[in-house]
């Protein structure tokens, strides 16, 4: 697979009746490897590492109801009170990120109402904090716990 604008991580991959599979260590079973999964992988992993959001606390692929339509958001993190605090739309690395993306992760949020919102595709990564009724674009991905809705403290970088 390509090489993403994301740390290296740590995988298990294994071929099983002639298709390649990762493990997913939120899922905890291997899951058939596509671009967008590697990308997914790859978000998670990071999301772990360098954002110190607890696995216990993600979900991956988990489907919502959206117009009486199934959804499936790619990841969903929830706050340590069980609410949804960040949600992950994960593309191919080889499909440039649009604005239907983020639409797409918005449409999503109608339904779970979480505090933040990013697409990525591996390559390029957007993050946004939704505010009321408007959608406001960070320059990185926030940390888990650095907010008043984590931990009751209010932390300066």
């Known amino acids: 697979m390509v090489s993403l604008n994301l740390p290296q991580i740590n995988y298990n ?11 997913d260590i939120i899922r905890k ?5 596509t671009p967008e999964e590697w990308v997914r992988q790859h978000m998670v992993h990071f999301l772990i590492t360098e954002r110190s959001y607890p696995k216990g606390l993600m979900r991956v692929e988990s489907g919502l109801n959206y117009h009486q339509k199934q959804k499936r958001s790619d990841v969903l993190i929830y706050n340590r009170q069980g609410n949804p605090h960040l949600i992950v739309e994960c593309k191919t690395f080889r499909q440039p990120l649009r604005q239907a993306a983020m639409n797409q992760a918005a449409v999503y949020n109608k339904t779970l109402g979480a505090r933040y919102l990013v697409i990525t595709n591996g390559l390029q990564h957007f993050c946004a ?3 009321g009724e408007s959608v ?5 991905i926030p940390y888990f716990g650095r907010d008043e809705e984590d931990n009751g403290v209010q932390l300066e970088d």
Do not use: S
């Open 13 to 23: 991959i294994r071929k099983n009746k002639g298709k390649v599979e990762i493990f």
């Open 29 to 33: 079973k291997f899951i058939v490897l």
């Open 129 to 131: 904090e939704v505010q």
């Open 136 to 140: 406001v674009q960070l320059n990185d």
